[in-house]
């Protein structure tokens, strides 16, 4: 009897592993909102989308590491990360808040902690110890990518680039 629960949990933990590495690509959206947003950026674009997954944290500058919370923290935009389930169906994987600076100083990237509502989507995808809860400096280029999509629904022009 143990051999036979031994052997299911093994196959279980082994079927989760290999779902979870299936998932580890590219998301298929990424919505940007924010009060000050008239409509929540929707980006499909897979160049784009490349920039925004949480397996690579492309998003936030890792070499400064942690830094104090931004003075102002307005204006604040919520990212949202989603990949397709199996089923085909959008699902949310990983939230990250974004707070610009003015003067072209670099933004602040905030990763929900154990508090926020949004931390056990995150953990679930990918567990950042010692950086959920805390604020990063942006990446540069992932900022820049994230202030022309801004440009772009401020001028009214497309949100979803082909």
Same mark, same amino acid.
């Given at each position: ?29 990424? &919505? +940007?909102?924010? &009060? ?6 929707? +980006? ?38 989603? &990949?397709? !389930? ?37 953990? !679930? ?29 401020? !001028? ?7």
């Amino acid at each position: 009897m143990r051999t036979i629960l031994q052997t299911t949990i093994a196959t279980l933990v082994l079927l989760s592993w290999l779902g979870s590495v299936h998932a580890k690509g590219i998301p298929n959206l990424v &919505v +940007i909102k924010s &009060v000050k947003l008239q409509h929540p950026i929707e +980006i499909t674009d897979r160049e784009t989308l490349n920039e925004f997954s949480p397996w690579s944290g492309k998003f936030i500058d890792w070499k400064r590491g942690v830094v104090p919370a931004p003075t102002d923290q307005k204006p604040q935009f919520e990212v949202l990360i989603y &990949v397709k !389930s199996t089923r085909g169906d959008l699902r949310l994987i990983y939230t990250v808040m974004y707070c610009p600076q003015p003067d072209n100083r670099t933004g602040y990237i905030y990763l929900p902690g154990k508090d926020d509502s949004r931390y056990s989507t995150n953990v !679930s995808t990918i567990l950042r110890d010692g950086d959920d809860g805390k604020w990063h400096l942006a990446n540069t280029a992932w900022e820049a990518t994230v202030k022309r999509l801004l440009e772009k629904e401020k !001028s009214g022009s497309t949100l979803v680039p082909h």
